[in-house]
């Protein structure tokens, strides 16, 4: 298949660079159609430990990687369904498909998701490396991994619409 090229970028382009534990890693993942569920807010713990950061750094990692192998497949199956609607040679299609899967607003999920992700690995590590591990900092960095999950379930819904208006689905 002459067209891996583009959905092998267009995978990249959603991918994001997070590092996976071996707990993240053996994972199931998310039933299809669902999308990963954002941790519970809630008062903050009266105790709080080490573990309980690191494991909302795996959990954010875990999230991502759900988010993608749910979605992933069915956007590059949509993006084969344009390229025959569209009747694109391979050429056509990796310049005309690049708008479906880079753009603007796309680029400002991607900004949004890596400042989270930068302050969820930070805060991870500033709480598991710390004597006596502040809860309040693990709340707001529940936050962040709820905020991360919810960024990135507005950007599939954002390129699932824009190919579906383009697919008259």
Not at 17 to 30: N, R
Not at 55 to 75: C, E, H, K, W, Y
Not at 79 to 98: D, G, I, P
Not at 148 to 164: E, G, H, R, S
Request: net charge negative; with cysteine.
């Amino acid at each position: 298949m002459r067209d891996s090229g583009l959905i092998v970028a267009a995978a990249a382009a959603v991918m994001l660079a997070a590092a996976v534990s071996a707990e993240a890693q053996d994972a199931p993942p998310a039933a299809p159609g669902t999308p990963p569920a954002a941790p519970a807010a809630g008062a903050t713990p009266a105790n709080c430990t080490k573990t309980d950061f690191e494991t909302v750094v795996d959990q954010s990692a875990g999230a991502l990687r759900d988010l993608n192998i749910q979605n992933r497949p069915r956007f590059q199956e949509k993006l084969r369904a344009l390229r025959t609607k569209k009747n694109w040679t391979e050429e056509q299609f990796l310049k005309e498909a690049v708008p479906y899967v880079k753009d603007n607003a796309i680029d400002s999920f991607d900004r949004k998701t890596n400042e989270l992700l930068n302050k969820i690995v930070s805060m991870g590590g500033e709480g598991s490396a710390s004597a006596t591990p502040d809860c309040g900092l693990y709340q707001v960095l529940r936050g962040h991994m709820s905020e991360l999950v919810n960024t990135q379930n507005a950007k599939w819904l954002y390129m699932f619409q824009k190919i579906d208006a383009e697919l008259g689905e």
